[in-house]
């Protein structure tokens, strides 16, 4: 069973830092693709950031220059470090995972995705 464990999240006046954390326990799986999302009360879950293992990591505008999304891959971990926060950051962050794991001697592989259960943030002036 896959689990995504979050931590990090907390109050922080406006301008301060956070650095989020997500470690994924494997079951098997190998994560290609993990993210942090967001999500304010009553609107849609939406991307932050995300870190695919090929490729540059991706940014909402929002974010750019002061998040940054980084991975520990011997530890199947990612983090969010959020720099010069602002008021309009404050959400739950959830934490995404997609990979794939080998069910057969075949070597056929099956596709999930994983959820962590949200850490809230939340930014004052």
């Known amino acids: 069973q896959v689990q995504l464990v979050e931590s990090g999240g907390g109050s922080v006046q406006s301008g301060g830092s956070l650095r989020l954390s997500c470690t994924a326990s494997?079951?098997?799986?190998?994560?290609?693709?993990m993210a942090w999302y967001y999500q304010i009360l009553g609107f849609q879950r939406e991307l932050v950031a995300a870190?695919?293992?090929?490729?540059?990591?991706i940014y909402v505008d929002s974010v750019k220059g002061r998040f940054t999304i980084f991975r520990d891959y011997a530890k199947n971990t990612v983090y969010l470090q959020m720099n010069n926060l602002k008021s309009e950051d404050t959400a739950v962050y959830y934490c995404?995972?997609?990979?794939?794991?080998?069910?057969?001697?075949?070597?056929?592989?099956?596709?999930?995705?994983?959820w962590g259960q949200g850490t809230q943030v939340t930014v004052y002036s």
């Open positions: 995404y995972a997609s990979g794939t794991k080998v069910v057969n001697v075949e070597g056929a592989r099956v596709r999930r995705e994983f």
């Open positions: 494997a079951d098997g799986f190998e994560f290609d693709y």
């Open positions: 870190m695919p293992s090929e490729g540059d990591a």
